[in-house]
Nanobody, 125 residues
Framework: QVQLVESGGGSVQAGGSLRLSCEAS????????MGWFRQSPGKEREFVAA????????DYADSVKGRFTISREGAKNTVFLQMNSLKPEDTAVYYC??????????????????WGHGTQVTVSS
């Protein structure tokens, strides 16, 4: 089973930046679609961004377009989320996820097979 570990969360003032990282626990020849989701207390898990197996196809939630950038390290199952111009509404626990299906990117949590434990991002105003 693949284990994903997120890091890079923390507290930042509005307008600041953070860079999240997600790393798979072991090497594999299979590359996955990788995604980032976030969840605030009392709310459903929300799609943030996703990246294809080769790093060329990327998708973003409308709420983060132009501010967040998802990337991956080559074809490895290591993914990053650069978050700029952070807003208080970005405050949430951010989760990394991996989808084994070599199909299209999904903005829904369901297709993702593996999940990290989450990292807290807090943006103050």
């Amino acid at each position: 089973q693949v284990q994903l570990v997120e890091s890079g969360g923390g507290s930042v003032q509005a307008g600041g930046s953070l860079r999240l990282s997600c790393e798979a626990s072991r090497r594999t020849r299979v590359t996955y679609i990788m995604g980032w989701f976030r969840q605030s207390p009392g709310k459903e898990r929300e799609f943030v961004a996703a990246i294809g197996r080769y790093g060329t196809i990327r998708d973003y939630a409308d709420s983060v377009k132009g501010r967040f950038t998802i990337s991956r390290e080559g074809a490895k199952n290591t993914v990053f989320l650069q978050m700029n111009s952070l807003k208080p509404e970005d405050t949430a626990v951010y989760y990394c996820a991996a989808d084994r299906d070599p199909g299209v990117l999904s903005s829904a949590p369901g297709p993702y097979d593996y999940w990290g434990h989450g990292t807290q991002v807090t943006v103050s105003s």
